[in-house]
């Protein structure tokens, strides 16, 4: 249960909220969700500590989602045509996010992380105490359904 302490005045005070996304290499349908809670967290006066991603290739995606600090796995300093090759290691790569969330928490303390995934990122494991909401997108399709779309040589 996430302690808002009320203010005097009865409204909850606002909260720091840590954000998690598989990727940020393209703005597409998760990257618009992700924008869409970054946006209404903003309206309602809460805090986004920062960004925990896998991959991020500087991109630009929007004016609520570029200003945001971001965390960024040591995959990321592999070659982008690699990426699809590396997913034995995501769930290393998540370990290794979860790890500097929680040095992060020690230092300057979140009430409240954010995953929105398809994929890995959303066994991120927040600091203790720290409720996690993973807004899961449709199964990984080149794990499922769209192997032969995705595993291709080029």
Same mark, same amino acid.
């Given at each position: 249960? *996430?302690?808002?302490?009320?203010?005097?005045?009865?409204?909850?005070?606002?909260?720091?909220?840590? &954000?998690?996304?598989? !990727?940020?290499?393209?703005? =597409?349908?998760?990257?618009?969700?992700?924008?869409? *809670?970054?946006?209404?967290? /903003?309206?309602?006066?809460?805090?986004?500590?920062? *960004?925990?991603?896998?991959?991020?290739?500087?991109?630009?995606?929007?004016?609520?989602?570029?200003p945001l600090p971001r965390t960024v796995s040591s995959l990321n300093? =592999?070659? $982008?045509? &690699?990426?699809? !090759?590396?997913?034995?290691?995501?769930?290393?790569?998540?370990? $290794?996010?979860?790890?500097?969330? =929680?040095?992060?928490?020690?230092? $300057?303390?979140?009430?409240?992380?954010?995953?929105?995934? @398809?994929?890995?990122?959303?066994? *991120? /494991?927040?600091?203790?105490?720290?409720?996690?909401?993973?807004?899961?997108?449709?199964?990984?399709?080149?794990? !499922? @359904? /769209?192997?032969?779309?995705?595993?291709?040589?080029?």
């Open positions: 249960m *996430i302690d808002t302490q009320t203010q005097p005045d009865s409204t909850p005070r606002p909260l720091r909220v840590a &954000l998690a996304h598989d !990727w940020l290499v393209g703005y =597409r349908g998760g990257e618009m969700v992700l924008d869409a *809670i970054a946006s209404l967290l /903003q309206r309602h006066n809460h805090t986004i500590t920062r *960004i925990y991603t896998m991959f991020d290739n500087a991109s630009p995606l929007s004016p609520t989602l570029d300093a =592999r070659p $982008e045509s &690699l990426r699809r !090759w590396l997913l034995p290691r995501y769930p290393k790569a998540v370990e $290794e996010l979860s790890a500097r969330l =929680r040095r992060d928490h020690a230092s $300057e303390p979140i009430d409240l992380l954010i995953s929105t995934s @398809s994929a890995a990122i959303k066994s *991120i /494991q927040p600091p203790p105490g720290v409720p996690h909401i993973c807004y899961c997108h449709a199964p990984a399709r080149y794990l !499922w @359904s /769209q192997t032969d779309n995705y595993a291709s040589p080029d």
